[in-house]
């Protein structure tokens, strides 16, 4: 059932090409080391999640860097194309059609249908890749869980929950409440 799940088509050969000559036909398609991952339209609650944090980024972004919101391609290689809900990215990085290499900061709002693929198989690819952090947000909890990267591994560096305070310092300084971002 497309709506309420992600498809993961493991057998490791897709690459950009063979994603790129799908017909667009409106189902977001990722690349996740030659596997194609297929994820149903995100509900408006999480789509209000991305809004609420895009919002709080984008205020407090500095010049060179650039908030950007899914759909938008982040080419790691020709076998990995992702499309993490948020990005923070350098302005050189944004080419015509994608964004090139590691973002500085990935987001993905976790949901019943792509929680273990965010988490088990995103995660760990974007680690590889050198993302500086990665942030998945349980908007159940509501909850942030912030990964960032030390000798190439990432750690938890916070979690708060709720009403609690976090104040990030990757990729810049910026203040955060779960709670604020459910409405």
């Not at 992600?6 to 950009?16: G, K, L, M, S």
């Not at 908030?67 to 391609?73: G, I, K, R, T």
């Amino acid at each position: 059932m497309m709506d309420a799940m992600t498809v993961v088509a493991d057998d490791r050969r897709w690459t950009r090409a063979r994603r790129d000559a799908l017909p667009d036909d409106g189902i977001r398609r990722e690349l996740l080391d030659g596997a194609l991952v297929m994820t149903p339209a995100p509900a408006p609650r999480h789509q209000g999640v991305v809004g609420e944090l895009f919002v709080l980024l984008h205020a407090a972004c500095p010049a060179g860097l650039r908030v950007l919101m899914a759909p938008v391609d982040v080419t790691l290689d020709d076998r990995t194309v992702l499309q993490p809900d948020l990005v923070v990215v350098t302005a050189d990085a944004i080419g015509p059609n994608d964004v090139t290499g590691p973002p500085l900061l990935a987001v993905e709002v976790l949901s019943p249908g792509t929680r273990l693929v965010d988490l088990n198989r995103k995660r760990p690819r974007l680690e590889r890749a050198g993302c500086a952090a990665f942030w998945p947000i349980d908007p159940d909890e509501p909850s942030l869980l912030a990964w960032e990267l030390r000798a190439s591994r990432y750690v938890v560096v916070a979690h708060p929950v709720g009403e609690q305070e976090w104040v990030a310092s990757l990729p810049f300084p910026v203040a955060i409440r779960p709670a604020t971002l459910i409405r």
